[in-house]
């Protein structure tokens, strides 16, 4: 009897431990989103007062689940305010519209720093030499668990519809579509596609539009996508998706085929919200 009791308990409590969490999501998600974190989304995140209802809605509900499940944590004395939250939630969630996918599943913590910040590196030469720099940096992804952003370009990256040279620029999708592109397993510019068909056409036309990068890094032409794509393939689907959701009308008309590519992945088309 006290074997059945104790068996009966153990079952329960397990269900609990598998029901508690999905409970708390779908409440947080049910919450009416705060009227001030859509004047947040309108301020930073400009493109979401030009999307339909739906897509807004949609956004919203990511927003909601993003802020549940992800801890920020401010750094160098950085003190984390909603506007940095539901900025930072609001760009990420961008990237999620429409798909059937989970919100970015191996991402625990968001660290923001106040302005760039210093990460050490060391390079070893075929010598064996080792040579250590600092590098100063905007963003950064981990595929383990973490995206690590400075305030104040994650900042002026919002005046997208701007001027200067921050204009088509933009370090959270950046560094989400890092975020994305590891979910598959490996940061190598080929995010998850479900079909080997989709990853023939998905490699067929970005090796193409790599190799067109390189040349253009190469003689320094002018270029929609930013010349910091030809480094390697996981940064041209960077910055491929930067100018995909900041710079579509140019990049749809110049580099058609990767657009299609990119709007078939997203499921959106950023033409609509100009
Ligand atoms: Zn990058």
């Known amino acids: 009897m006290t074997f ?9 409590g397990i269900g609990l431990l598998f029901w508690l969490p999905k409970f708390r999501l779908q409440r947080a998600i049910a919450r009416p989103f705060p009227r001030h974190y859509a004047q947040i989304l309108r301020m930073n995140v400009p493109v979401f007062t030009k ?31 909603d506007e940095i939250r539901v900025t930072i939630a ?43 720099r600092n590098d100063a940096l905007l963003g950064e992804s981990w595929s383990d668990d973490r995206v690590i952003l400075a305030w104040d370009h994650v900042k002026r990256s919002n005046a997208d519809l701007g001027v200067g040279h921050e204009v088509g620029h933009d370090v959270v999708l950046h560094e989400f ?19 080997r068909a989709r990853y023939e056409r998905w490699s067929a036309v970005f090796l193409q539009e790599f ?17 910091y794509g030809a480094t390697n393939p996981a940064e041209f689907f960077a910055v491929a998706t930067e100018a995909f959701f900041e710079k579509s009308v140019a990049l749809g008309q ?5 657009f299609a590519a990119l ?12």
């Open 4 to 12: 059945i009791l104790l068996t009966m308990l153990l079952m329960l």
């Open 51 to 81: 999307m339909p209802a739906d897509l807004q809605l949609q956004l919203k509900r990511l927003i909601q689940q993003f802020l549940h499940q992800k801890k920020f944590v401010g750094c160098d004395g950085l003190t984390i305010t």
């Open 90 to 132: 609001g760009k990420a969630c961008l990237l999620l519209l429409n798909r059937a996918t989970r919100v970015y599943p191996d991402l625990a913590f968001i660290l923001v720093y106040p302005s760039a910040f210093i990460v050490p590196r060391s390079e070893v030469a075929a010598g064996g030499l080792v040579t250590r």
């Open 177 to 195: 579509a890092h975020q994305l592109d590891s979910e598959s397993g490996s940061t190598n510019g080929a995010p998850y596609l479900m079909s």
């Open 211 to 227: 190799a067109l990068l390189q040349e253009a890094a190469r003689h320094q032409s002018v270029s929609v996508i930013d010349h």
């Open 254 to 258: 110049e580099h058609p085929a990767l």
């Open 263 to 274: 709007r078939e992945y997203y499921c959106v088309d950023p033409r609509e919200w100009q």
